[in-house]
């Protein structure tokens, strides 16, 4: 859900695996952008976003399609983190 806040306009997750490690819950994820400017727009949000660290980008790939809803497909690895507000929740 966090993730689906700080998405672009023309960035959508397309496929996304958590996975807990200890108390750490890591996320392999692919986002599909309709341009390099909603890739670059994502990767900042995503990279100042409390919630998301050790963001790695695994893969990249234009699919050079005009006829395709997505023109870069990414490939990440992020450590996801729960930041509870005063209220838990």
């Known amino acids: 859900m966090d993730l689906e806040k700080i ?6 997750v397309v496929n996304i695996e958590p996975k807990l490690s200890g ?6 994820f692919t986002v599909g952008a309709l341009s390099d400017e909603g890739k670059l ?3 900042k949000t995503l990279e100042t976003s409390p919630e998301f660290s050790q963001i790695q980008l ?5 699919t050079g399609r005009l006829d395709q809803a ?3 497909i990414l490939v990440l690895q992020a450590q996801y983190s729960v930041i509870l507000t005063a209220s838990g929740h």
């Open 70 to 72: 997505d023109h870069v």
């Open 58 to 62: 695994l893969n990249e790939s234009n």
């Open 23 to 28: 108390d750490i819950v890591q996320l392999r």
């Open 7 to 12: 998405l672009p306009e023309g960035v959508r």
């Open 41 to 43: 727009k994502f990767l």
